[in-house]
């Protein structure tokens, strides 16, 4: 997950930097999806990182999922 920029989420843990320390989420936001998809040597690959919020914590789930082309 290299190329994932993490400004783009709103965030409120404890890890992030001093800078980025201001940013609340929004009470009426409860999930994030990122999609990107992106060609492959064999086809194309499909990733989703979905953010979850509860209370003042949230959970970041990550899915990879390749899809081949016939040759």
């Known amino acids: ?6 400004h783009i989420f709103y ?5 992030c930097s001093e800078n980025l320390s201001n940013i609340k989420v929004p009470v009426s936001i ?3 999806e990122l999609v990107t998809w992106e060609y492959t040597e064999n086809g194309i690959k499909r ?3 979905v953010r979850n ?4 914590k949230h ?13």
Do not use: C, G, L, W
């Open 11 to 15: 965030s409120n843990s404890e890890s």
């Open 47 to 49: 990733t989703t990182i």
């Open 53 to 56: 919020f509860s209370d003042n």
């Open 1 to 6: 997950m290299k190329k994932t920029n993490s």
């Open 30 to 32: 409860f999930r994030q």
């Open 59 to 71: 959970i970041d789930n990550y899915t990879s999922e390749p899809i081949a082309f016939k040759r």
